[in-house]
């Protein structure tokens, strides 16, 4: 699957009115666990991916700035409530008309559509047990 279809995906599951949006809250959702995963852990899962999604996937959004000004080299969110704040933040910013349970369930399920049933669960056993309960059943 590539990066169009993958959005394509994530905007019919939302309903988000636009590629644009559904484009804007898929880039949030897979900055911020791509970058709670160790390194090596995020290259494992942007070796399954197609080219323009691994771009996708390995971003630099708004997430780089962040780590860098926290001295930061990964995301330690511990609870889902502190990764649901981290989304809602960036909806507001954006003006996105969605709820970031429910975006963040949408590209769980169609990430997890895209790896191997072992990277789901090398995923899985990286996550807080609150977050790991979500990504298991997006």
Known sequence: ??????????QEITELPSKEM????ARIVL?????RLTSEESKNVASQLSTD??????SDTWITN?????????LK????????SLISNEIEKLQLPIGAEQLATAVFHVLKEQI??????DI????????EQVWLAA
């Open 22 to 25: 559904a484009d804007d809250g």
């Open 124 to 131: 899985a056993g990286q996550l807080p047990h609150d977050i």
């Open 116 to 121: 191997s049933t072992g990277e789901i669960e």
């Open 53 to 58: 999604m691994k771009n996708y996937w390995n």
């Open 66 to 74: 962040f780590l860098t000004l926290s001295r930061q080299f990964q």
């Open 1 to 10: 699957m590539n990066k169009g279809q993958f959005v394509k995906q994530v």
């Open 77 to 84: 969110y511990r609870h889902k409530t502190e990764l649901y």
């Open 31 to 35: 900055s911020l666990l791509s970058h």
